[in-house]
């Protein structure tokens, strides 16, 4: 006997998680000054967080010998004010939007019932879904026609055992949303919990943002996240706009103390800093146009249209994704090479905004690998 025969066998199926590069990894790799290496491969803000957050998480300092509050009022009341949603149809996630996704399938699954994920999309929630003993059924973002949701293949999907169905709008990797009607024709044919991922929201219209949709359904889960427009990946809070049930349930299983006193005053205080919010929003959106106009001009590449903080392109010069990613990174440009994501070919990348210099010296790289 030994503590192999003692793990989940569902574990040993899996592979450790793949994530994006560091800056770090690289410079290490390939002996690159980490000052010249152009990070776009996580979709992160390039302009880091709030100025704010700095001297109010040194002034937390002197009571980090003290547990956090498990929910704090002053988040709550600041994430209901931002969203238009009362506190009682909110959940905060303290790995992010990830522990979310988590909690979510921790209250659904038992061994055997199934989820729904149309692909290529964000990878995390099949990794949760399998984990808690989930069957997966696959649908899928139609690459033939610009990766639109194939609406059919998640409804023919849909037996008594459908537990949950997520679906990404900004769809990661491929930037493009699910029009409003299809999402619709999806919710009211089910009583599966329908997760709306809206990690990448604001960078979409405005009109589009379906929040309030988690007031009209029992059945729909809004992801929302502080990762993206407002520069906190690291601070990892995330959360979910659902029914006051699901809300419920979730806090009967959620990890008490996962939101630390320096995520909290960090997502405070970029809540309260609205000028800073509107400044990464008006030029992320800048910044997309520079980079989506300038790798238009490729024709060796495919580019697809987008409305998150990141594009997915196609690589047809002859080359794959990785050999492709390989030659930028030798340059010191991190991009997210897409081959791990299922349901898709081995050509493809995904590249993040970043600033004007950033995607200046991008571009003028790019022309050199690209032709
Ligand atoms: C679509 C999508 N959902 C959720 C997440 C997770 O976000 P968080 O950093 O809040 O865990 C990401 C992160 O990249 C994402 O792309």
Known sequence: MSIDDKVRSIVKEFKAYVPGKSKEEIARNYGIDPERIIKLGSNENPWGCSPKIEEKLINEVSNLHQYPQPINPELMDEISKFTKIPVENIIVGGDGADEVIDNIMRILIDEGDEVIIPIPTFTQYAISAKIHGANIKWAKFDEENGFKLDVESVLNNITEKTKAIFLCT?????????????????????????????????YSKEEYDLTSWALKYDNVLILRTFSKVFGLAGQRVGYGVTSKKVVDYMMRIKPIFSLTRASQVSAITALLDKEFFEKCLKEGIESREEIYNGLKKFKQLEVYPTEANYMLVKVKNGMNSSEFCEALLKKGVIVRDCYSFEGLEPYYFRVSIGTSEENERFLKIMSEIVE
């Open 170 to 202: 900004p769809n990661n990797p491929t930037g493009n949303v699910i029009p409003t009607e299809d999402i619709k024709k999806i919710v009211e044919s089910t009583d599966a919990l329908v997760m709306i991922d809206h990690a990448y929201i604001e």
